[in-house]
């Protein structure tokens, strides 16, 4: 197998679109370029049905007048459909803007009236009713394309219209002038916008990073030239298309190597089409590989007697075999054999079922990952690499080297990427990759870009092997009675490594100790309360039993152990339901909105830090639908 | 979403005309009329113990009247039985679950579909012909048209047992719908379901009667009184084993009679939640 060359050398005059041209024509009809699972089977799409597919969107929505540089907004799950329209935009020289497929009305109202959106796409029926809520407060917006018909029956607002329909003008236009779609997408230039990324901030609005089309594919050829993929190799895409990663892999990457994208069924499925499609390459948030680790971890306690003690073997030897190779020594002889037994016994089977045996390179990035997880799928032998970055450098600035991975540092600079460290402490980054600014936004972009370097707000420092290490966001950096600095993730992402436990916030700045408000796993919880019969009818009175907090307890004296005293957690009680970004407590990448939370949950941290052992709640709580729900109860505070 | 207006006046599909059904002395049904209009929903409502389930099991030949004649599709199906009724296109949702627990999401749905399926030992043993192409055929249908209509994807390889409440009511529904019946009786599809199933029903209840691949007539049999007069064309009211009145949600909620003797004095929107 050889390196597939990049499909055209990457110039100010190349353009995602024409670099789709290239390979459309390159491939046709002899590769499949995705596949999407469908009624239970997995249908291929060529290059050649993408190239129609596209080509007849994009005079669609040339034929409705959009026009150069006009922004078409976006929402659904990942499906082919989906891409189809962002590439569609792109080839018509518009901007594409991909909403989180859960936002609520408001934040669609607020990125669709910001992002001047003329064109709105979504999936079905239930993006179809956030576009029309919306539709009299925005203006701008003209045009609502919708794709699946369920529901749509009785739908007839004139600025509605189908895919179907919107490809068929696409046509329309195609034989009154042929060539029309070529001339369009000649037309663009590598400094093009070609993506508005709305970033989940963790303090206020989110803003939006302009992207170039030369940004997106820099990043895409300096990342490939580090980890090589084939256009032989599969990719899943299950991951919202709003989050940076994604379009790496999809787009900058996916376009320039030519490998297939595979599309899960749905969301809840994709697990399992993972397993089918067992990717060479994957790249998801931690929260992801946290749920992996969570899975093995409730599998272990639920099995039998042979089969765990298997699995701790096998555990134990890839520790050791993994630890060695961190820290670059040669695996002992009877290891080696040792390691072979505990492969064919038990990391084969379990790989399979994470739909990771044929993975090659796995990422993760996006929020902070543990060193415990990231141990473990090094234990079972999976090169898990950590990528730093962020949407403002076109996501990607910093990754591991095969062969050279620590897990407490986010790696070395990718090709044609500086990184340094101010005097305070914060990271600094300068890449072709470097965004064009904040839309709309002169100040945040002034505070952001100096000189060409990117503030990115963390702070960090490049360790002796040049790696850097990431300590936490500057704003969120504690200090503790000692007057330590000290990362509150740290903490909080050691405690997300027990299985029981779902989300953590660690508080403690500049307070005497620290403490914690933890959010039960409660399917996890649940099903350990059931063993030991245990009642309860919900997640806020299983969150209050106390065999549930002795079990917390346990798990967060388990955390505190080889840590400082004052970086000890003292006290912490289990909040009576799991953050969510729904209710703005986390992010649409789930990162923790400290800012927000601890205003919210006041109460709670004047509980903590007072004598009382009962925190009187009174607050409301959001569904997805916009319906409020008002919660009273009491939550109790559990000494460590 | 608009709900479609009733259908004109159309052929009546389903009728029963005096019925009777005692269990010893007492009467569950005393001459009840009924006639159902293709492509509406029709709801039956009433008190408990009013006979709505009595009434279901009538039509669907559970029970045999001891009075009175069923006519579906013109057809006087009094005593035929309820496969017979089945093949039809009559088919039936139940009140309590009745679905076989140990068998996955997709062999109860597909047991649906026996009616459907013609088809030879000899041929069926080799797998030719025309069983491959039944086979495909039902495949092609439960997969699309079902699994896509319930967004059931993500547990068709699950045994039913393990699955929840909720999920459970939408299987036997999936079940119900493989028959691909021209009448479909619901006994209480709502029983038992939290606020979003609720709405998840009622959606694939209104699918399912409007979707121009569907277009099922419906008799529901539910208490929860929001849904019903929102998604109904005609409610039919039952209490003691007579009709109180039959007619448009509007008129039967302006009705002196079900007011007084079914909702009290409460408003007739106020439902159970």
């Known amino acids: 197998m050889v390196a597939s060359p990049l499909a055209l050398e990457i110039t100010k005059d190349l353009t995602i679109p024409k670099l789709f041209l290239s390979q459309c024509r390159k491939y046709g009809d002899r590769k499949v370029a995705m596949r999407e699972k469908e009624f239970g089977i997995w249908r291929p799409f060529t290059w050649q049905d993408y190239y129609d597919n596209v080509k007849y969107l994009c005079l669609g929505m040339v034929s409705l007048g959009l026009q150069k540089g006009d922004k078409v907004a976006m929402i659904?799950?990942?499906?082919?459909?989906?891409?189809?329209?962002?590439?569609?935009?792109?080839?018509?020289?518009?901007?594409?803007?991909?909403?989180?497929?859960?936002?609520?009305?408001?934040?669609?109202?607020?990125?669709?009236?910001?992002?001047?959106?003329?064109?709105?796409?979504?999936?079905?029926?239930?993006?179809?009713?956030?576009?029309?809520?919306?539709k009299d407060q925005c203006p701008k917006l003209e045009k609502i394309v919708w794709d699946d018909p369920k529901g749509m029956?009785?739908?007839?607002?004139?600025?509605?219209?189908?895919?179907?329909?919107?490809?068929?003008?696409?046509?329309?236009?195609?034989?009154?002038?042929?060539?029309?779609?070529?001339r369009v997408i000649e037309q663009g230039h590598g400094d093009d916008i070609c993506l508005l990324f709305y970033t989940s901030g963790t303090t206020a609005l989110p803003k939006g990073a302009l992207l170039s089309h030369w940004n997106m594919l820099t990043m895409g050829r300096n990342l490939m030239s580090v980890d090589p993929c084939y256009d032989t190799d599969d990719f899943v895409s299950y991951l919202p298309f709003a989050w940076i990663g994604e379009q790496m892999m999809s787009i900058s990457c996916g376009l320039q190597i030519g490998y297939t994208l595979n599309f899960p069924e749905e969301p809840t499925t994709a697990r399992e089409d993972i397993r089918q499609i067992g990717p060479h390459v994957m790249f998801a948030p931690p929260r992801l590989y946290e749920g992996m680790t969570r899975q093995v971890q409730v599998k272990y306690i639920d099995s039998t007697w042979i089969k765990r003690k298997i699995y701790e073997f096998a555990t134990k030897v890839g520790y050791k075999v993994a630890n060695c190779r961190f820290e670059k020594k040669p695996v002992p002889i009877s290891f080696k054999f040792l390691h072979w037994l505990a492969y064919a016994a038990m990391q084969k089977k379990l790989k399979d079922h994470l739909g990771m045996s044929r993975l090659r390179h796995a990422y993760t990035g996006g929020a902070a990952m543990g060193p415990d997880h990231f141990r473990f799928f090094h234990a079972l032998g999976v090169n898990l690499k950590q990528i730093y970055g962020q949407t403002e450098i076109a996501g990607i600035s910093i990754v591991h080297r095969d062969g050279d991975v620590k897990f407490d540092t986010v790696g070395t600079p990718i090709p044609e990427t500086e990184v340094k460290i101010t005097e305070e402490g914060e990271i600094l980054s300068r890449s072709p990759s470097v965004f064009q600014g904040y839309y709309k936004n002169e100040e945040a972009t002034r505070k952001t870009l100096i000189d060409g370097w990117l503030y990115s707000g963390d702070k960090g420092f490049i360790d002796e092997d040049g790696h850097l290490v990431v300590f936490d966001r500057s704003k969120d950096v504690m200090t503790l009675s000692d007057g330590r600095p000290f990362s509150p993730q740290y903490l909080e992402t050691r405690l997300k490594f027990s299985p029981f436990i779902q989300e953590v916030w660690v508080i403690g700045d500049k307070r005497p100790f620290?403490?914690?408000?933890?959010?039960?796993?409660?399917?996890?919880?649940?099903?350990?309360?059931?063993?030991?019969?245990?009642?309860?009818?919900?997640?806020?009175e299983l969150s209050q039993k106390p065999e549930i907090q002795e079990l917390v307890r346990k798990q967060i004296v388990e955390a505190n152990k080889d840590l400082p005293t004052p970086a000890k957690i003292h006290r912490f009680l289990n909040l009576y339901k799991v953050f969510d970004a729904d209710d703005e407590e986390l992010t649409r990448t789930s990162k923790l909105r400290r800012a927000f939370v601890e205003n919210r949950y006041r109460l709670i941290v004047d509980g903590l830090y007072s004598e009382d052992k009962i925190v009187h709640m009174d607050t409301t709580i959001t569904y997805e639908d916009g319906r409020e729900q008002r919660i009273k109860t009491d939550l109790h505070i559990m000494d460590v | 979403m608009t709900h479609l207006p009733a259908p004109e006046e159309g052929e009546t599909i389903l009728r029963l005309e005096n019925i009777h059904m005692f269990f010893g002395r007492v009467a569950a049904l005393a001459g009840v009329d009924l006639e159902v209009r293709k492509g509406e929903i029709h709801s039956i409502i009433g008190p408990n113990g009013a006979g709505k389930t009595v009434m279901m099991n009538c039509i669907n030949g559970l029970y045999k009247p001891q009075k009175g004649r069923v006519y579906f599709k013109g057809q006087d199906i009094t005593h035929l039985k309820p496969h017979q009724r089945a093949e039809l296109g009559l088919s039936r949702t139940f009140q309590k679950i009745e679905l076989f627990g140990g068998m996955t999401v997709l062999d109860n749905i597909r047991l649906g579909r026996h009616i459907h399926l013609n088809s030879g030992v000899l041929s069926g043993s080799i797998y030719l012909g025309k069983t491959k192409r039944e086979e495909l055929q039902s495949r092609k249908f439960i997969e699309e048209e079902i699994i896509d209509l319930l967004e059931i994807e993500s547990i068709r390889n699950q045994t039913v047992h393990m699955l929840p409440y909720g999920l459970q009511k939408r299987v036997e529904l999936g079940r119900a719908l493989a028959l691909e019946p021209e009448l479909l009786l619901l006994d209480e599809p709502l029983a038992g379901l939290n606020l979003e199933e609720v709405e998840d029903m009622a959606r694939f209840i209104l699918d399912i009667n409007e979707e121009a691949r569907w277009k099922v007539t419906c008799i529901l049999v539910e208490h929860d009184m929001g849904v019903v007069m929102d998604i109904s064309h005609r409610v039919f009211v039952l209490n003691f084993g007579n009709k109180i009145v039959d007619g448009t949600p509007k008129e039967v909620q302006s009705n002196q009679e079900v007011i007084k003797a079914y909702l009290g004095e409460e408003d007739l929107y106020a439902s159970r939640r």
């Open chain 1, 76 to 134: 659904g799950d990942n499906r082919p459909e989906g891409l189809w329209a962002e590439m569609a935009a792109l080839c018509a020289g518009g901007v594409g803007v991909w909403l989180f497929q859960d936002c609520m009305m408001e934040e669609v109202k607020y990125i669709i009236d910001h992002s001047d959106a003329k064109f709105f796409v979504g999936e079905t029926q239930e993006e179809v009713d956030k576009a029309l809520a919306i």
């Open chain 1, 153 to 182: 029956r009785n739908y007839t607002h004139e600025s509605l219209i189908s895919m179907k329909e919107l490809q068929k003008l696409g046509r329309e236009l195609d034989k009154k002038d042929p060539g029309l779609f070529e």
């Open chain 1, 514 to 540: 620290i403490t914690a408000v933890i959010c039960i796993d409660y399917p996890v919880c649940g099903k350990w309360a059931d063993e030991r019969k245990l009642n309860y009818t919900s997640y806020q």
